[in-house]
Nanobody
Framework: QVQLVESGGGLVQAGGSLRLACAASGRTFDYHRLGWFRQAPGKEREFVSAIRRTDGSTYYADSVKGRFTISMDNAKTTVYLQMNSLKPEDAAVYYC??????????????????WGQGTQVTVSS
């Protein structure tokens, strides 16, 4: 079992920045990667970014490339999402999730089996 707790969401003006954090506890020593997804009202949950635990390789959705940066701490139990140049369309509930296997999809929710409770990001125009 892995427990995930997100923090750092809030209200920001367009063009501003926020830094989300996801703290993992429990069986954290053998997961393959941790990802961030987001879900806006009435929309499907979508992939935002992921980081591979073994070598720190990072992956981003096209919509956030160049604006968002994912990173993790040395203990590999906390993952951050630095979000810059925020746009109103970035507003959503942001979820972190753990993927146990290398073979599971990086970009689909089906590839992740533990999820946090989410943190709200609101961007005012």
């Amino acid at each position: 079992q892995v427990q995930l707790v997100e923090s750092g969401g809030g209200l920001v003006q367009a063009g501003g920045s926020l830094r989300l954090a996801c703290a993992a506890s429990g069986r954290t020593f053998d997961y393959h990667r941790l990802g961030w997804f987001r879900q806006a009202p009435g929309k499907e949950r979508e992939f935002v970014s992921a980081i591979r635990r073994t070598d720190g390789s990072t992956y981003y959705a096209d919509s956030v490339k160049g604006r968002f940066t994912i990173s993790m701490d040395n203990a590999k139990t906390t993952v951050y999402l630095q979000m810059n140049s925020l746009k109103p369309e970035d507003a959503a509930v942001y979820y972190c999730a753990v993927a146990p296997y290398a073979s599971s999809s990086y970009y689909s929710t089906a590839g992740y089996n533990y999820w946090g409770q989410g943190t709200q990001v609101t961007v005012s125009s």
